[in-house]
């Protein structure tokens, strides 16, 4: 017997008999793993601190994560996104925390921040590299390869300026075909191209699509979630005036298929 249909008539019958029915109370939405991640009670106070300017929902559903897939966050700072891209992609995938030697020396809080939860009952799908950036080994067949606020400082003095081109075609043969290759850095003046790296810690958004996409990349599009207008662009991102609210630009690139 097919009830749909009986349900349907049944459901007529008291509408025209004008009995009222009452509608099932909707169920409520579950939350989405990015939400579950940034709700994570093991993330540090400080980290949670930085959620508003940083839109962690917004820009990691734009790098678009899925469960069980692995990713590279390619200098994670104290592990900011390193946390969040462990909840996201669960048990089943995996987190490679790539910090440079180089940064590590001038960055010294960054490694013992990213050790202290690698791999603990919490987080452990993380692993953490210290590679040198001349000879960035990084694993392979990953789905992702995400980078926040310190690619410009590929091209600065401390990190030896290494061949960017090299550095490229690296996270290029560490990306399944069809992977993803994300980059968030703080925006410079339209036709500076990498001269303000040093200075003002920024980069022109053309030069990294140059850059990125002369290794063999795909350019996908670009997110505006942290663009601010008020930034001129003129001031160091460390100055206090700015600092925490600079301009910033998201650019995705993929890798070809085939």
Known sequence: M??????????????????????????????????????DPNR??????????????ETLQFADLRRGEKVIDLMPGTGYYTRLFSKVVGTNGSVYAVLPAEMDKVATKDLPALRSFAGTPAYANVTVQVPPVANLDLPKGVD????????????????????????????????????????????AAAGTGIA?????????PAAVKAEVTAAGFEYVGESDV?????????????????????????????????
């Open 44 to 57: 540090p106070a400080d980290q949670r601190a930085q959620d508003a300017e940083r839109k962690p929902i």
């Open 196 to 204: 303000k790296t040093n200075d003002l810690h920024r980069i022109d």
């Open 226 to 258: 942290l663009s601010n207008p008020a930034d001129d662009h003129t001031l160091p991102v460390f100055d206090k005036t700015i600092k925490g609210k600079t301009d910033k630009f998201i650019l995705k690139f993929r890798k070809p298929l085939i």
């Open 144 to 187: 992702l390869v995400w980078t926040s606020q310190n690619y410009h400082d590929l091209h600065d003095p401390f990190m030896g300026s290494p061949d960017i081109a090299r550095i490229n075609k690296a996270i290029y043969d560490a990306l399944k075909p069809g992977g993803t290759y994300i980059v968030l850095d703080h925006t």
């Open 2 to 39: 097919k009830l749909a249909p009986l349900f349907a008539a049944a459901l007529a019958f008291l509408v025209l008999a004008g009995i009222p029915v009452l509608a099932a109370p909707p169920r409520p939405a579950l939350p989405s793993m990015l939400a579950l991640a940034v709700a």
